[in-house]
């Protein structure tokens, strides 16, 4: 029944999707890319502490930064064919290793990690825990981002993979979804009993009171560094370097602390390194 389930959900997903973007790209941004003198593209999950630190750098340089936001893989795919952009920021540094050949990426800035959790709705309903086979079990609502389009998907998949489930557990999946949002609205639309997400987000104010994250084994968290790399087309790469090197400042890198992407240790360690 799953099977159909997802097949369904997928075709339904991949409409939504579409239809999704068309309507994004017909919105009207606050800085377009021409009026921009910055375009960052970035993961989605990340863009609460860039867009705090962008607004911040435009007030000191008295510039315009443009923050194009969006599933990294999908993102990864539109710079390669427009060749434009100044910065690119994915939620792992796998995009980098696997595209290395594009010779697009080049110099990189560490502000944080991605960790990978359980989440599932405030108060635990179902009583889950931090064993990865309990997606297996066919009782269970499971909703997983798509390694095809995000980083959360791809991270995902290599942790199953490594459980040696991946494709067991994928026939069990209720449905695939193509980014971290998504995967939240899965919880609150009563769609999900459980998914696999980046624990960042969970501690957010909106997210926080509704969900709840189960901690994975270490091995299985696939912990992902998050690197702003600049982009070999762009057409102000001084600027774009100084945003950066912003970006990895203490101050920086306390912003992205905040919002949970360095727990106390790694930031301790991170802002001595910069001094």
């Not at 920021?89 to 800035?109: K, M, Q, S």
């Not at 104010?205 to 762009?234: A, C, G």
Request: with cysteine; aromatic share 10%.
């Amino acid at each position: 029944m799953k099977s159909i389930i997802s097949i369904i959900s997928s075709l339904a997903l991949t409409f939504s999707f579409f239809a999704l973007t068309g309507c994004e790209k017909s919105k009207q941004p606050e800085k377009t890319q021409t009026q921009a003198d910055l375009v960052i593209y970035s993961g989605i999950t990340m863009v609460k502490p860039l867009k705090l630190l962008a607004h911040e750098f435009e007030k000191l340089h008295q510039i315009n930064i443009h923050i194009e936001q969006g599933a990294s893989g999908y993102l990864y795919r539109t710079i390669r064919t427009l060749n434009t952009g100044d910065i690119y920021f994915p939620g792992t540094e796998t995009y980098r290793i696997e595209h290395a050949e594009d010779n697009i990426l080049l110099d990189r800035v560490l502000v944080g990690f991605n960790r990978l959790s359980f989440v599932v709705a405030e108060g635990n309903p179902k009583n889950l825990n931090s064993d990865i086979r309990q997606l297996l079990n066919p009782n269970i609502s499971v909703v997983l981002a798509s390694p095809d389009s995000s980083a959360v998907g791809k991270a995902t998949k290599t942790a199953l993979e490594d459980a040696n489930i991946c494709m067991d557990v994928f026939e069990n999946v209720t449905y695939f979804t193509t980014d971290s949002h998504r995967l939240f609205s899965s919880i609150d639309n009563h769609e999900a009993d459980i998914t696999m997400n980046w624990y960042a987000s969970t501690v957010w104010e909106e997210y926080s009171d509704n969900v709840d994250s189960i901690e994975l084994p270490e091995h299985l968290q696939q912990k992902r560094r998050l690197e702003l790399n600049l982009l070999s087309f762009s057409k102000k790469p001084e600027l774009a370097k100084k945003f950066m090197a912003y970006a990895s400042s203490n101050h920086g890198l306390k912003t992205f602390a905040h919002y949970g992407f360095l727990l106390p240790d790694e930031l301790e360690k991170l802002t001595n390194m910069t001094e």
